[in-house]
């Protein structure tokens, strides 16, 4: 299955916008359930982050899917799609007060807590509602997932989670936190990533975790593995769904279990990220000295990956028919020269009025637009909406 685009009813909606394949997404969606039902006790759990969508939550949180939070906006943001508080996990480094009692309030499934300091608050704040939070302990693997650097988190370098040697510290403390139980250990090392030997790497590390921890006599019940699976944004047609049975496959084959023990992950770009594009309109094709700009109403502010991360995501003219190809830069009309979505293009002849789609651009989008330049925020269109 392929995106299509009903170009004539699109081109009636301002641009830019976002637009979503919602048959794409439940595709995904349906892969990702019967890919992980193969094995009891696996559970996934949508990364909010990639795109927060009210329409998109509820389809996934409808799928039977958990989630996986990063702020206190983006609990409230999964309550209201309706997901189940025991199915919703919250990270992230930094949770203020107001953000933990959140999660407190709506007792959700599970802390994944990131330091001692972390640990005390969400200890004294549970106290004062007489409960006792569920938490586990995000470890910092050292394990390099060969991604872009902005998108590493399991390096000792990075900020994220406990380190190994600080391990038992962390854990022999808990012991005197009363109102703290530690449910289970957290991970994750990275984003886009393409190949299997990171989760591989990941795994064994878990091992080694594991078989300390028992030394120990800690038991703990769930192993969050966290997410990271890439997709493919060079060729989103031909491979829109990622490879989740190598990802699971992988897991099962190296990971040891215990006794009992659930398998959580955090999935984000590979659920959301092919079912998006980012639709724009061709403001003016310049002739420059040794160049065309093909120069389109959709800038850095809607889609700032390109700018950010040196990402590309494809670039199709929805408009033209021309047999001619031509060589243009694509660019946006934000006063940066990072506002670049791709340089030297192979695009049909193209012409002012025309639609374009950047593809792929389902997860960390519409998401993460900001307003630089007095300019609106995008919208969300659904292709189930359009008759
Ligand atoms: N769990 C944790 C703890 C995370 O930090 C992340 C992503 C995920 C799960 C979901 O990872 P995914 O399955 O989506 O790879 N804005 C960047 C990506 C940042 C990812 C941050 N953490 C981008 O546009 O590429």
Known sequence: ?????????????????????????QQ???????????????????????????????????????????SGGEVKACLEAGFDPKKIVF????????????????????????????????????GDKNMKARVALRINPNVDAHTHHYITTGLNENKFGISLQQMEKVIDHIKQLKNIELIGLHFHIGSQILEIDPFEALSI???????LMEKNGINISVINVGGGLGVDYVEPDTNPVPEFDKYFATFNRYLNL??????????????????????????????????KFVIVDAGMSDLIR??????????????????????????????????????????????????????????????MACQYNCRALPKDIYSKDII
């Open 91 to 126: 990270a992230g480094v930094g949770k203020a007060d107001w953000e933990i009692n959140v999660g407190l309030d709506a007792d959700i499934f599970c802390f994944n807590v990131e330091s001692i300091p972390e640990l005390e608050v969400i200890n004294e704040l549970a």
């Open 258 to 291: 215990r006794k009992g023990q659930q398998v959580h992950f955090e999935l984000g770009r590979s659920i959301v990220c092919q079912c998006g594009s980012l639709i724009t309109k061709v403001l003016y094709v310049k002739e420059g000295d040794n160049k």
């Open 1 to 25: 299955m392929r995106t299509k685009f009903p170009v004539e009813a699109l081109s009636k909606i301002q641009t830019p916008f976002y637009y979503y394949d919602t048959d794409m997404l």
């Open 205 to 211: 590390r878990v091992n080694e975790i594991q078989d």
């Open 28 to 70: 995904t969606l349906d892969t990702v359930n019967s890919e992980a039902s193969k094995y009891n006790n696996y559970h996934v759990h949508y990364a909010v982050k990639a795109n927060a969508c009210q329409p998109i939550l509820k389809q996934i949180q409808a799928s039977g899917l958990g989630c996986d939070c990063v």
């Open 306 to 367: 390109p700018a950010l991360y040196e990402a590309h995501h494809v670039i199709q003219n929805l408009s033209s028919h021309s047999t001619k190809i031509e060589t243009y830069d694509v660019v946006g009309p934000i006063c940066e020269s990072s506002d670049c979505f791709g340089k030297e293009e192979q695009l049909p002849t193209t012409h002012r009025g025309d639609l374009m789609a950047l593809r792929s651009a389902g997860a960390y989008g519409q998401i």
